[in-house]
Nanobody
Framework: VQLQASGGGLVQAGGSLRLSCTGS????????IGWYRQAPGEQRELIAT???????DYKGFVKGRFTISRDNAKNTAFLQMNSLKPEDTAVYYC???????????????WGQGTLVTVSS
């Protein structure tokens, strides 16, 4: 499975961006998707997940600002990011994995990442 993330760019604080993650293959809809981000000098961290059935979960620091969704007919998942802050600056990655209970198990398929830069 190949994943391609897109939609990053430069935005002012308070602005919005919508990231997309498009997957190849016929099994996209049967897997969970996780969005991660990695800031310079930091570890990659999970920020939002969506199960195959559409259940969502968020880390506290993005809850209420970011929305994860998916369109299985288009093999695409989205991350709508509103009220962006300079500390949201990072490379954002999508991952295809599995939800077991409330825990997301990341898979081996990663998108190439898309850079989001938020200026103050």
């Amino acid at each position: 499975v190949q994943l391609q993330a897109s939609g990053g760019g430069l935005v002012q604080a308070g602005g919005s961006l919508r990231l997309s993650c498009t997957g190849s293959g016929s099994t996209f809809s049967s897997h969970a998707i996780g969005w991660y981000r990695q800031a310079p000098g930091e570890q990659r961290e999970l920020i939002a997940t969506i199960s195959s059935s559409g259940s969502t979960d968020y880390k506290g620091f993005v809850k209420g600002r970011f929305t994860i969704s998916r369109d299985n007919a288009k093999n695409t998942a989205f991350l709508q990011m509103n009220s962006l802050k300079p500390e949201d600056t990072a490379v954002y990655y999508c991952n295809q994995g599995e939800m077991i209970g409330s825990y997301y198990y990341k898979g081996n398929s990663w998108g190439q990442g898309t850079l989001v830069t938020v200026s103050s």
